[in-house]
């Protein structure tokens, strides 16, 4: 619950308006129209269609578990984010922006593969990566940069209760859960 307690801090720090910060991320998109590009991370065809595969491989691998929190944490990462919005009231160009509702969702679904994926070493850094280009995406564009960073504590705070209330441990089945043994 962390990132939900962090999440509500900056957003209450950055108050409606835009901070320096987010003025450079800007200033950077107009300058340099290449980083557009970055979009591609929170686009929304994209995160739904990598979702709907990793639905597809706990489904197969009958890890129900598994299966319900990659079926639930999506919508609830982008309902909380829409509410947020609401609380916040923070807009950018007319629409509210606090936090991030894209960036809320590919969170979800990059923190979600790795889940499905064993929580490996690679599925980690290739999920930050993705996670740090999806923020320098909205930030040089739609939104502004604390908006995106308040969307990753959000998103990351989705899927760790998703988990918890799962209860998913690294642990493979059958071993011992409570590590009470030797």
């Known amino acids: 619950m962390a990132g939900l ?11 409606t308006g835009s901070t320096p910060v987010d003025d450079w991320f800007q200033d950077l998109g107009q300058t340099h129209r290449l980083p557009g590009f970055l979009l ?4 929304g065809r994209v995160t739904l269609t990598v979702w709907a595969l990793l639905l597809a491989i706990v489904v197969i691998r009958r890890r129900w578990r598994p299966a319900a929190v990659v079926a639930v944490a999506p919508p609830v990462g982008v309902m909380l984010s829409r509410l947020a919005k609401r609380v916040f009231g923070r807009e950018k160009e007319g629409a509210l922006a606090y936090p991030s509702g894209h960036t809320t969702l590919a969170v979800v679904v990059f923190c979600l593969a790795v889940l499905v994926a064993g929580v490996t070493a690679w599925a980690v850094v290739a999920a930050v990566v993705a996670t740090v280009l999806a923020v320098l995406g909205q930030a040089v564009s739609y939104h502004y940069f604390t908006d995106a960073v308040g969307a990753v504590f959000l998103g990351t705070a989705v899927v760790c209760a998703a988990a918890w209330v799962a209860r998913l441990d690294r642990c493979q089945p059958g071993c011992d859960v409570g590590h009470k043994s030797g």
């Open 5 to 15: 307690a962090v999440m509500t801090l900056l957003g209450l720090a950055v108050g």
């Open 40 to 43: 591609v991370f929170t686009d």
